[in-house]
């Protein structure tokens, strides 16, 4: 049944929350478990549909999983990977299921994976994923929607990546790991999710250096063997939260952070005239005693300010003086809250890449929906400073990134109910 969320206004936020483990960490290390035929443990395991459905695509290969959802671990078992093809409908709930691509051709020798539409946010083609595995040997065939990659054994290469795609990185270093010889990554992302995947292929017995930066060098290992991995902490759930700290002119204490992996956004929620403080507990945000100023900000891979976070920080914008200009240059298109921002009162125009936002003094409740993820949790944002009631429709996607965004944003003060939508 669709569920909807009911939000009234509410005053400052205030409390402290704890921030669970990160989405784009755990999707690709789960993918990566596919590498090694012994069992993983995976921990700090947010409780997402996301993961949920790649449990799922790792079961339909043969895989087994158990998660805890109550300690937050997934123990999975690959031994009896027998399958090497994705089904359709799975692999089209969740576009990080292409990640499977290049773990499967390295443990198998052949990965037959539904090419993955394009979504909300834009056409998120996977040409530089292919480019590398093909750079390694692989056969790359496109059928029937579907890409298959065959390869007896992947061997080492030097692959350039034209745009240092996060899932382009993860899928070759993946496919990397058990190669013949050394990769070498130029031009690859440099995202802390990056890191953390290198680091389980690590502990796992591979052999990834300089992850975090733009050169990654890869060399191949026979096998690897099982071990367990802690997931870091979400730098976008963490955003997300300060920014509705500011929005509501808080006082929260975030914990369970990595205050280097949010520093693009407290870079910028301090030009904005929000006390953002990293103490050894946590980040504190306090903006109880604040006037929000206009900001630009101009979106780009890490660390840049994150293009996960710009939609967030466009609802900031939306009640701050002056006005302000947000770039994205990530995505073609993740403009798509501007139109229900504006049914709630924002003043914003599009020009191209650009959306130029004037600040209004107040914000109007009605019936909004949620397009994508990261739009549907700029709109949340929204309502809990907007004069009345919101409704939200589509919340699915929002389910899908953040664990009970409403329950816990109702811990700190907000107010926001779910029911089902007629
Ligand atoms: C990851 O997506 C994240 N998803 C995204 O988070 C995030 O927005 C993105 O990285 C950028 O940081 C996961 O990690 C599961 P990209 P990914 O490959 O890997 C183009 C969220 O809200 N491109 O770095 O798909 C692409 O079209 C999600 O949590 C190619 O042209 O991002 C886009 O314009 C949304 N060819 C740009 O690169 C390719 O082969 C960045 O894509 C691959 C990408």
Redo the contacts with the bound molecule.
């Keep these: 049944m669709a569920e909807k969320f009911i939000i009234h206004p509410c005053g400052p936020l205030k409390g402290e929350i704890g921030i669970g483990g990160a989405?784009?960490?755990v999707?690709?290390v789960l993918a990566g478990s596919l590498l090694t035929g012994q069992p993983c443990v995976i921990s700090n395991v947010p409780n997402l549909s996301?993961v949920e459905y790649m449990c799922e695509l790792v079961e339909s290969l043969g895989g087994f999983t158990a998660w805890n959802r109550n300690q937050g671990t997934i123990s999975i078992d690959t031994s009896r990977l027998t399958k090497c093809e994705a089904a359709y409908e799975l692999v089209g709930k969740l576009?990080?299921s292409?990640?499977i691509t290049g773990p499967l051709l390295a443990r198998l020798g052949r990965a037959r994976v539904p090419l993955p539409g394009g979504?909300a946010?834009?056409?998120?083609?996977?040409?530089?994923?292919?480019?590398g595995l093909a750079a390694m040997g692989a056969e790359i065939e496109y059928a029937h929607g579907y890409v298959e990659a065959t390869a007896q054994k992947l061997q080492g290469a030097k692959i350039y990546l034209?745009?240092?795609?996060?899932?382009?990185?993860?899928n070759i270093m993946m496919a990397a790991a058990l190669a013949q010889g050394q990769t070498i990554i130029e031009n690859a992302?440099v995202?802390p999710?990056i890191v953390d995947l290198a680091n389980f292929i690590n502990t796992a017995g591979g052999d990834v250096r300089g992850a975090g930066t733009d050169t990654i060098k890869i060399n191949g290992v026979k096998d690897m063997k099982g071990t367990h991995h802690s997931v870091i902490p979400d730098r976008?759930e963490a955003g997300t939260f300060m920014v509705a700290a500011a929005l509501t002119r808080g006082d929260v204490m975030l914990t369970n952070v990595m205050a280097d992996h949010v520093k693009p956004v407290t870079a910028k929620l301090k030009e904005v005239n929000v006390n953002v403080n990293e103490t050894p507990h946590g980040i504190h945000v306090k903006a109880d005693n604040c006037e929000l100023i206009a900001a630009d900000i101009k979106t780009l891979?890490?660390p840049g300010f994150?293009?996960?976070m710009q939609a967030q920080f466009m609802s900031l914008m939306a009640k701050a003086k002056g006005t302000s200009v947000v770039t994205e240059t990530?995505?073609?298109n993740?403009f798509m809250q501007v139109g229900e921002l504006k049914r709630m009162g924002a003043i914003i125009k599009i020009e191209s890449r650009s959306a130029i936002i004037e600040g209004v003094d107040k914000l109007t409740g009605t019936q909004v929906c949620a397009s994508?993820?990261?739009a549907g949790a700029a709109l949340v944002l929204a309502a809990l400073v907007a004069e009345d009631t919101t409704e939200i429709s589509g919340i699915t996607h929002i389910d899908r990134?953040y664990h009970l965004l409403d329950e816990r944003l109702n811990e700190l003060g907000a107010c926001i109910g779910r029911a089902i939508e007629a």
């Design positions: 989405k784009n960490a999707l690709p996301d576009r990080a292409f990640l979504c946010i834009g056409s998120r083609p996977v040409d530089l994923h292919l480019k034209d745009f240092p795609s996060v899932g382009a990185t993860e992302a995202e999710e976008i891979p890490y994150p293009t996960d990530v995505f073609e993740r994508d993820l990261r990134g």
